[in-house]
């Protein structure tokens, strides 16, 4: 069946094609501009902070030069032509490797418990009431604005060099971090069941058990698991003011130039956390179904 097309005027035609090519001059217009106050942005806070290019050309073959060295043995050789002598202290990296994990795991499920109880108080569409989504929201914001280093730092003033101080501050640092998460999602729900819940004379209780938590109970599965990947990490990391883990170790084999057993440990974190990934991304495939497996 013949179908007619339609053919425009020449003159239509010529007003059609320069009314689009002005509409792409502008957004190319607007593409270039933005881009050049990105870049004079980039130059300026580089500028307030002193970022020097030449230091950093300068001296980056001190940054090559370190891990040229850490890969090598007192003996000066290759650290792979000798693994026993590489990782002689195995045992004792694996006990504290095992003891990082066990302060991430502790801090992110205490952190966890606390930060689901408050993020419905702060979420806009289950407050109770709006001074206490207020304080609670500020509160949040403190737990995680301050580093989880700082955190530790004063707890291991106040309870000694130990796990006690790195569990804590990744506690304190996953509510306000997890809280946010938790609170996002909580704001997008539908609330037509919370609706029919409340209709039948239900608490507030009530509809956040029976209306809300089926709805958000999978994200909030998905982000713990990702914040306990990354406590990982920050574990490690707070071991250097004395919080415990591996770090502590890793922080003595820097200062005492044992530059072999640094690379150990590192290779030891990080074969750790790929383990960890793999690991979570089952979990979230075989919680969220097959289309969510990495």
Not at 184 to 192: F, T
Request: glycine fraction near 10%.
């Amino acid at each position: 069946m013949p179908v007619a097309i339609s053919i425009l005027p020449e003159q239509q035609l010529a007003a059609l094609s320069r009314t689009y090519r002005e509409a792409v001059a502008r957004k190319r217009l607007r593409a270039t501009v933005a881009a050049a106050v990105f870049f004079a942005a980039l130059v300026i806070a580089a500028i307030g902070a002193e970022v020097n290019l030449k230091t950093f050309f300068t001296y980056f073959g001190n940054f090559v030069s370190y891990f040229d060295r850490i890969f090598r043995l007192e003996s000066g050789a290759r650290v792979w032509t000798d693994v026993g002598e590489w990782f002689w202290g195995w045992k004792k990296w694996l006990s504290l490797l095992g003891e990082t994990i066990l302060i991430s795991y502790v801090g992110t499920l205490s952190g966890a418990i606390l930060a689901f109880g408050l993020n419905f108080l702060a979420a806009k569409n289950t407050a109770p009431v709006a001074w206490l989504r207020f304080a609670v929201m500020r509160f949040m914001e403190f737990c995680r604005t301050v580093p989880d280093i700082v955190f530790a730092l004063i707890f291991v003033i106040a309870f000694g060099l130990g796990p006690m101080a790195g569990v804590l501050a990744i506690a304190i640092h996953c509510v306000g971090a997890l809280g946010k998460q938790y609170l996002e999602i909580v704001e997008n729900v539908d609330m037509k069941p919370v609706e029919g819940v409340r209709a039948t004379g239900a608490g507030w209780m009530s509809c956040m058990r029976f209306a809300v938590v089926p709805q958000v109970a999978a994200g909030f599965a998905g982000y713990t698991l990702l914040r306990f990947e990354i406590n990982v990490r920050g574990a490690s990391v707070m071991g250097f003011v004395g919080a415990g883990g591996i770090g502590q170790e890793l922080i003595v084999a820097i200062r005492k130039f044992y530059y072999s057993d640094v690379s150990a440990i590192l290779l030891l974190i990080i074969v750790t956390v790929f383990m960890i990934d793999i690991g979570t991304g089952w979990v979230r495939g075989r919680l969220f179904g097959a289309d969510r497996r990495r």
